[in-house]
């Protein structure tokens, strides 16, 4: 068996005690130590990577371009990601709403907008062949998005709630005040014919009413943003924020009776 | 071949302002590249073709709408005919002119179609009728250099 001697070992503890103590009780030794030759250090450093650089510089230059193309190619695939990230929520949100919801409901994707600005409608990728017929309802998890215009075999025209030729009957859900809303080909929706004491304010919802024979009974339509009082000073009107983004919207569902 | 490029040409106008991108649309504007189209047939072509041309671009335009009646067909065939009479009488030659008809033509149309929509019982209020007028028309003037070029290109 490998042995050391008795008194080897007495000294190395000794010096190892001693070097201990040395460190512990100097904290100022063992501090300024490192701050002294750190700039010496940083100098020795930057002239040994500038010095680098120059004898490396063609081969970075190749290498710093290949990564140029690099980050490009994987911007351009972060990009498709995100698209995809992005898609797969809205997906995620409509088939969860599909489960939930207790009517019969057909997804198709928007595939064209709107020709010109008088009228508000858009383009789905299903039609007859998927069982869709005008005068079908088209709503999203979100709320209410139109009718069924036209529908051919592969495709179908929905004429959505702010076309101007659009009359919804519903309700203000918290007082249960009846109104048409009608479209304004802008981003807001005004709801007419409501009477001079009518139960309406900011922040209420609108939802359609059961005396459609259109729109089911409840479909959100949006919330109030404003109330007015119209020209005639008779009737009062409200001017609806949709609970969709009309100009964002891609996925649909189509609601069969 | 011309007239199958200029067929070519309403088909490609007709998709780019289907899927017209949503950051070139202004105030919910967007250009009628169609009724440019038409109306600038009548400087490059001869009527007969010029007028056939400008039919089916609005025949092109009423089947992706969702109005039944052939509002943009009978439109784009008048104003042919229109311009047609006045480049007898007013050189049409230099592009100011053009670009002077093209905003008239499309001041016209587009005054045509929100009066069908009045006239339907819809309301539409006055700042966005407004708004439509005037920046739809000024959209499609200013973008009716791009659809001279592409006649050009066809015809020449």
Same mark, same amino acid.
């Given at each position: 068996?490998?042995?050391?001697?008795?008194?080897?070992l007495?000294n190395? +503890?000794l010096?190892?005690?001693?070097?201990?103590?040395v460190?512990?009780s100097?904290?100022?030794?063992?501090n300024?130590?490192p701050?002294?030759?750190?700039?010496g250090?940083s100098?020795?450093s930057?002239?040994?990577?500038?010095?680098?650089?120059?004898?490396?510089?063609h081969?970075?230059?190749?290498?710093?371009?290949?990564?140029?193309?690099q980050i490009?190619?994987?911007?351009?695939?972060l990009?498709d990601?995100?698209?995809?990230?992005?898609?797969?929520?809205?997906?995620?949100?409509?088939?969860?709403?599909?489960?939930k919801? $207790?009517?019969c409901?057909?997804? +198709?994707?928007?595939?064209g907008?709107?020709l010109d600005s008088?009228?508000?409608?858009?383009?789905?990728?299903?039609?007859?062949?998927?069982?869709?017929?005008?005068?079908?309802v088209v709503?999203?998890?979100?709320?209410l998005?139109?009718?069924? +215009?036209?529908s051919?075999?592969?495709?179908?025209?929905?004429?959505?709630?702010?076309?101007?030729?659009q009359?919804?009957?519903?309700? /203000?859900?918290?007082?249960?005040q009846?109104?048409?809303?009608?479209?304004?080909?802008?981003?807001?929706?005004i709801?007419r014919?409501? $009477?001079?004491?009518?139960?309406? +304010?900011?922040?209420?919802t609108?939802?359609?009413s059961e005396?459609?024979?259109?729109y089911?009974k409840?479909?959100?339509i949006?919330?109030?943003v404003?109330?007015?009082c119209?020209?005639s000073?008779?009737?009062r009107y409200?001017?609806?924020r949709p609970?969709?983004?009309?100009?964002s919207i891609?996925?649909?569902m /189509?609601?069969i009776? | 071949?011309?007239?199958c490029?200029?067929?070519?040409a309403i088909i490609?106008?007709?998709?780019?302002?289907?899927?017209?991108?949503g950051f070139?649309?202004?105030?919910?504007?967007k250009?009628d590249?169609?009724?440019?189209?038409?109306?600038?047939?009548?400087f490059?072509?001869d009527?007969k073709?010029?007028?056939i041309?400008?039919?089916?671009?609005?025949?092109?335009k009423?089947?992706f709408l969702?109005?039944?009646?052939?509002t943009?067909?009978?439109?784009?065939?008048?104003?042919?005919?229109?311009?047609? *009479?006045?480049a007898r009488?007013?050189?049409?030659?230099?592009?100011?002119?053009?670009?002077? *008809?093209?905003?008239?033509?499309?001041?016209?149309?587009?005054?045509v179609?929100?009066l069908?929509i009045?006239?339907?019982?819809?309301?539409i209020?006055?700042g *966005?009728?407004?708004?439509?007028l005037?920046?739809?028309?000024?959209?499609?003037?200013?973008?009716s250099?791009?659809?001279?070029?592409l006649?050009?290109?066809?015809?020449t």
């Amino acid at each position: 068996m490998f042995k050391l001697p008795r008194k080897t070992l007495i000294n190395f +503890a000794l010096v190892a005690c001693l070097i201990l103590l040395v460190s512990n009780s100097l904290s100022c030794f063992k501090n300024s130590l490192p701050l002294t030759i750190r700039p010496g250090l940083s100098l020795i450093s930057l002239l040994k990577r500038e010095l680098r650089g120059f004898i490396f510089y063609h081969r970075n230059m190749i290498k710093a371009e290949e990564s140029d193309k690099q980050i490009e190619a994987l911007r351009a695939n972060l990009f498709d990601l995100r698209e995809v990230y992005q898609e797969n929520i809205r997906l995620k949100n409509l088939l969860s709403f599909k489960q939930k919801s $207790p009517l019969c409901l057909i997804p +198709a994707r928007v595939i064209g907008r709107s020709l010109d600005s008088w009228t508000s409608c858009v383009i789905i990728d299903k039609g007859r062949s998927s069982g869709i017929k005008s005068g079908m309802v088209v709503i999203n998890n979100q709320g209410l998005i139109g009718r069924i +215009a036209e529908s051919t075999d592969n495709i179908s025209k929905i004429l959505l709630i702010n076309d101007p030729s659009q009359g919804i009957s519903s309700i /203000v859900q918290r007082s249960r005040q009846e109104g048409l809303v009608n479209g304004t080909l802008g981003a807001n929706l005004i709801m007419r014919y409501l $009477p001079e004491d009518a139960q309406v +304010a900011v922040g209420d919802t609108i939802v359609t009413s059961e005396l459609s024979h259109i729109y089911p009974k409840g479909l959100l339509i949006g919330k109030v943003v404003n109330v007015g009082c119209e020209f005639s000073g008779l009737n009062r009107y409200a001017i609806i924020r949709p609970a969709v983004d009309l100009n964002s919207i891609e996925e649909v569902m /189509v609601i069969i009776p | 071949m011309k007239k199958c490029l200029l067929l070519l040409a309403i088909i490609i106008l007709l998709t780019l302002q289907l899927a017209w991108p949503g950051f070139l649309i202004f105030f919910n504007c967007k250009p009628d590249l169609l009724l440019v189209f038409a109306v600038s047939l009548v400087f490059y072509l001869d009527f007969k073709t010029a007028l056939i041309f400008g039919i089916l671009s609005g025949l092109a335009k009423d089947m992706f709408l969702p109005v039944t009646f052939a509002t943009n067909t009978i439109s784009f065939s008048l104003l042919s005919y229109l311009i047609h *009479i006045l480049a007898r009488r007013v050189s049409t030659e230099t592009n100011y002119v053009r670009f002077a *008809i093209i905003l008239i033509a499309s001041f016209l149309n587009n005054i045509v179609a929100g009066l069908g929509i009045i006239r339907a019982g819809n309301i539409i209020p006055l700042g *966005i009728f407004l708004r439509n007028l005037i920046i739809l028309s000024v959209y499609s003037m200013a973008l009716s250099p791009l659809i001279f070029k592409l006649i050009k290109k066809i015809t020449t």
